[in-house]
């Protein structure tokens, strides 16, 4: 059994800053994993915002490119995303996945939390 707990969504407004966390636990090697932020706005599809691998390379949207930090901490089997200069396009719920492809794929979810960037 996996968990993905995320934390750090809320209220912002435009040109602020929001952290998201997801802290990870269960039967999981965390740092086998690779890891993921995905966003669903209303109305529309979940799409990846930003990846970070086992072995910490990155990845980004094009449209949070230079605006959000993707980062792991395996000692305390945790993801966090730096949002800054917030857009009220950034609204939508965040969800943190966890990814390994070990030939039986295992890949886990978050419950998701919600960001909204409104003035």
């Known amino acids: 059994q996996v968990q993905l707990v995320e934390s750090g969504g809320g209220l912002e407004q435009p040109g602020g800053s929001l952290r998201l966390s997801c802290a990870a636990s269960?039967?999981?090697?965390?740092?086998?994993?690779?890891m993921g932020w995905y966003r669903q706005a209303p109305g529309k599809q979940r799409e990846l915002v930003a990846a970070i691998t086992r072995g910490g390379r990155t990845n980004y949207t094009d449209s949070v490119k230079g605006r959000f930090t993707i980062s792991r901490d395996n000692a305390k089997n945790a993801v966090y995303l730096q949002m800054n200069s917030l857009k009220p396009e950034d609204t939508a719920v965040y969800y943190c996945n966890a990814n390994l492809r070990l030939g039986p794929v295992y890949d886990y979810w978050g419950q998701g939390t919600q960001v909204t960037v409104s003035s």
């Open positions: 269960g039967s999981i090697i965390f740092s086998l994993y690779a």
